[in-house]
């Protein structure tokens, strides 16, 4: 049976380009690397990237194989690769394939969600820290965006959420969460989904869920619940040039973020390795024990030299300098090492992606210089922080 992603030329397709017009607004597309790329110098080819929660490895050796086998038939638009995929993933994780749909990575599916499902009179709520790329949709869509500070642990306050936005129209729970790297628990985003105001969707962003032990929510959804999966191949997949992505839930939920989406058409090379990189069973608890060893090693030497951070169970972590965190930035940078940005709330915290063993010697060896004052840079003390309470809860 072809599924929904099958074929380009489907009523389905056919609809969402007559809603085409009404998309337009929603094509601004925000995604990490344009808010990377505010705090980044000039790319440098021998520099350390750690700043955009990239994976160093880049696609595994099936998916790279896989590319480079389909390149012969690049003038194809190939469109059964979308259904081989979706049928992959559907029968991994024991979903209806009319649940899935296929998108160059998940920003599209994020802010496409958004734009459908918040308005002037239906907020968008969302965690402080949080990643952004949802604010900038709700903007668009002119709704009320309200920020909840994360509880001391870490997780979203559901509760606190739920009664900051009795108008709400979509919550955004990123877990683990983009910046922190720290997880919700599944029985809080339960909480959420039952208790939420009718009409309203939850929306699990499950980017980096590959990197920790946490259960999915993928479960709500099949449960036939309000609730919307985002997934990616940009994390631990090591594909975010490649782009590809989904949105997994109800067949009607899906309707609706397609009617902003526009035409959407994948491009074959993602296609194949995506799919090739499903049918590794050896890359998902590969490239997660390596991720954690590094991320260890590093909270090791963090803890040796008395930083503090906040411990994550993710590929990117906050560290918190003590300065005003754009200084560290931009001496970080001067040293050829590119960091990751701050967040208002918490300005003195930036935040790490964990790159390979050798990048994070590399890093460990510029903060030193940086923290020490042995370079050129002179770094200022930090104004008091807004937020005292969970600066103070970071460990020292
Ligand atoms: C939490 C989160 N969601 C979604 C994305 C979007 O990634 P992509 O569009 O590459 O799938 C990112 C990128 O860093 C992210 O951090």
Redesign the pocket.
């Known amino acids: 049976m072809p599924s929904r992603n099958l074929s380009p030329f489907s009523r389905r397709s056919f609809l969402h380009l007559s809603a085409a017009a009404s998309a337009a607004a929603a094509f601004h597309i925000v ?2 690397p344009m808010l990377a790329a505010a705090a980044r110098r000039p790319f440098s080819k021998d520099g350390v990237m750690i700043d955009s ?1 990239e994976n160093p490895l880049g696609p595994s050796q099936p998916a790279r194989d896989a590319v480079s086998a389909i390149i012969p038939q690049g003038g194809r638009y190939l469109d059964n690769l979308t259904d081989d995929l979706v049928h992959t993933f559907a029968q991994l994780e024991g979903l209806n394939p009319d649940y899935i749909h296929a998108f160059p ?3 599209p599916p ?1 802010r496409f969600a958004v734009v459908a499902f918040t308005s002037p009179r239906k907020s968008y709520v969302t965690a402080d820290p949080g ?1 952004e ?1 949802g604010m900038h949709a709700a903007a668009a869509a002119e709704a009320r965006v309200v920020k909840v500070p994360l509880t001391k642990t870490y997780a979203h306050d559901v509760k606190a959420m739920l009664a900051a936005a009795p108008d709400a129209g979509l919550f955004y729970i ?1 877990s683990p969460n ?1 910046p922190t790297g720290t997880l919700t628990p599944h029985s809080d985003v339960e909480y959420l989904v039952e208790n939420k105001p009718k009409g309203s969707i939850v929306m699990v ?1 499950e ?1 980096y869920i590959h990197f920790c032990d946490a259960p999915s929510t993928l479960d709500l959804v099949k449960a036939g619940k309000d609730v919307v999966v ?1 997934r ?1 191949f ?1 994390k631990t997949y090591g594909m ?1 040039g490649l782009r590809c ?1 989904f949105a997994i839930a109800r067949p009607d939920l899906l309707d609706k973020i397609m009617d902003r989406a526009g035409w959407n058409f994948m491009p074959i090379t993602a296609l194949v390795a995506a799919s090739a990189s499903l049918k590794d069973p050896r890359l998902v608890p590969e490239r997660k024990r390596i991720n954690a060893t590094i991320r260890q090693e590093t909270f090791q030497w963090l803890e040796r030299n008395a930083y503090s951070y906040i411990p994550s169970e993710s590929n990117c972590f906050l560290l918190d300098t003590k300065r005003p965190g754009k200084q560290v930035i931009d001496a970080m940078a001067q040293q050829n090492v590119f960091i990751g940005r701050i967040w208002p709330v918490m300005p003195t915290c930036v935040r790490i992606t964990v790159g390979t063993h050798d990048e994070m010697e590399q890093f460990q060896a510029a903060f030193q210089r940086v923290m020490r004052g042995t370079t050129a840079f002179s770094l200022q003390p930090a104004r008091p922080t807004r937020n005292p309470r969970r600066v103070s809860a970071l460990p020292t």
């Open positions: 995604t990490e929660n990575g998940s920003s994020l990643y790329a990123c983009n962003d980017a985002l990616t940009s975010a992505g």
